[in-house]
């Protein structure tokens, strides 16, 4: 245990500033000049560390989540997902209003994000909602190994990339936003599940947390938002806090470089 901590200089928060939901893209705002992907991920937790109610993380979501989900969609060039993610959450194409499609357009954005599914064996269902239900197709990424099948069977409505890295049967992280950058899609955000963010961190991909705490206790079962084998120690200063009438608490933190 660390000692005493009689240094620390400790700050009771306020409500200072309300924010509106047309206000919540002004408080997230990607860098100027990116000329490499900047990873941004959104996660929601527990209070105790649950990243799943029922196998999903919607179910841990208010009105609140749902608001700062949409408002960061819409700052995105590409939302980098896992295939379990698909599957479990039921994922379709990100859809956006009309002044939202607009928006992007004035900042040099497509008027619609891609969905970019990071999978090892590239076994998804042509006839989920991603493929279905979607202005734009997705961008599969996947491993050499598993590239021809997938093409074979997924060619028609993705784009299938090779993301591979030194090992053929896996996708190398490093490698999917290198494909990523070369198509201008640097404004990344990643909604995980937690391996694909376990992925990323344990690479130091990643540059931005915004993680939403639900006021919820969920017991031991729910995994955390984070898996991976190893452990690594990524320091992160708190960009800002913000907090809702329904008790939610969004955190933006980015990291220490």
């Known amino acids: 245990m660390s000692g005493s901590g009689d240094g620390t200089h400790f700050t009771l928060l ?6 509106g939901v047309p206000d919540l893209a002004a408080h997230y705002p990607y860098p100027d000049g990116l000329d490499s992907c ?5 996660m929601i937790t527990s209070v105790d560390g649950g ?29 980098v997902v896992g295939a379990q993610t698909v599957r ?46 979607t202005d734009v197709p997705p961008l599969i990424l996947t491993s050499t190994r598993a590239l021809d099948d997938t ?25 999917a936003l290198t494909l990523l950058a070369e198509r201008g899609l640097r404004r990344v955000l990643t909604e ?14 990643v540059d931005e947390l915004c993680v939403t705490v639900a006021p919820l206790l ?17 320091g992160m200063v708190l960009g800002h806090a913000l907090t809702d009438g329904d008790g ?3 955190l933006r933190y980015l990291r220490d470089r």
């Open 51 to 79: 990243a799943t109610s029922a196998g999903k993380s919607g179910g841990l979501g208010g009105d609140g989540d749902r608001a700062l989900f949409s408002a960061l969609r819409e700052l995105a060039d590409v939302i």
């Open 38 to 42: 900047w990873v941004r991920a959104n």
């Open 218 to 234: 969920l017991g031991g079962g729910p995994g955390r938002i984070v898996t991976g084998d190893g452990e690594v120690r990524s």
């Open 88 to 133: 479990s959450e039921d994922y379709s194409g990100v859809r956006l209003s009309a002044s939202a499609r607009l928006a992007r357009q004035q900042r040099g954005q497509s008027e619609v994000p891609p969905i970019a599914v990071l999978t090892r064996s590239g076994r998804l269902d042509r006839d989920a909602k991603l493929f279905t239900r």
């Open 14 to 19: 306020g409500r200072t500033d309300a924010v």
């Open 248 to 250: 939610y608490l969004y």
């Open 192 to 205: 995980g599940g937690p391996g694909i963010l376990g992925m990323f961190t344990d690479d130091d991909l």
């Open 151 to 175: 093409r074979r069977l997924l060619g028609s409505v993705a784009e299938v990339l090779d993301a591979s890295g030194a090992q053929p049967d896996s996708v190398d992280p490093a490698q």
